[in-house]
């Protein structure tokens, strides 16, 4: 059974994936390179994300935030972080004929984050620390961030932080639960306690 977001994403991208699907053509009208594009036609998720960053940023062809979201949703299906995170950024932003979504960047956040993509981790949880695009829950927020603060990197303080600030918010009882979660999901998905 389809739900309703999904047609909601499908009539909104039907249009669209048309174009994208015949990529090879596109490049030639776009100036976008012949080999990434057929690359990206192909299925290389890699490819996928760099035609869309082409069209966010209006490098080599005209700004279409629309196409860039039609490429990252390619990737993104794939199971592909950065296409992800590319296409939540598109969605919690929003652009020249690109309605802002939050729901949308939640759920793309969410899928990324799920995969341990750390900055996913940490913006979900602000995300369920505000109510944005999720029902607002510190319980949510600490865990997310929690995962986030539990890897060295540029932001691990910053995520540490938030995390505290929240934990003032939860019970005891709720802090313990949360803990245990996090223990769960670090022994399922490990990872280097560092980012690159």
């Known amino acids: 059974m389809v739900s309703r977001k999904q047609v909601v994403l499908m009539a909104f991208f039907a249009p669209i994936l ?21 690359r990206a036609s192909g299925g290389d998720a890699t490819a996928q994300v760099l035609v869309g960053e082409n069209f966010a940023a209006g490098k080599d062809v005209a700004q279409d935030y629309k196409l860039a979201a039609a490429w990252y949703l390619k990737a993104a299906e794939k ?5 992800q995170v590319h296409l ?3 969605f919690r932003d929003g652009g020249k004929g690109f309605p802002r979504d939050m729901v949308q960047a939640a759920t793309w956040y969410r899928k990324a984050a799920e995969q341990g993509d750390v900055r996913s981790q940490g913006t979900l949880g602000v995300l369920y620390s505000m109510g944005q695009g999720v029902a607002r ?16 990197g540029p932001d691990q303080e910053k995520y540490a932080s938030n995390r505290q600030m929240i934990g003032t918010h939860i019970t005891a009882e709720e802090l313990d639960g949360v803990v245990e979660r996090v223990a769960a999901w670090r022994a399922a998905h490990p990872r280097p306690n560092s980012l690159p």
Not at 18 to 35: N, R
Not at 79 to 83: A, E, F, P, Q, R
Not at 137 to 152: I, M, P, R, T
């Open 79 to 83: 199971g592909d972080i950065s296409g």
């Open 88 to 90: 939540a950024a598109l």
């Open 137 to 152: 829950s510190d319980v949510e927020a600490y865990f997310w961030l929690d995962l986030a603060a539990g890897v060295k």
């Open 18 to 38: 048309v174009v994208v699907s015949t990529g090879v053509g596109l490049a030639q009208k776009t100036g976008i390179d012949a080999a990434l594009m057929a």
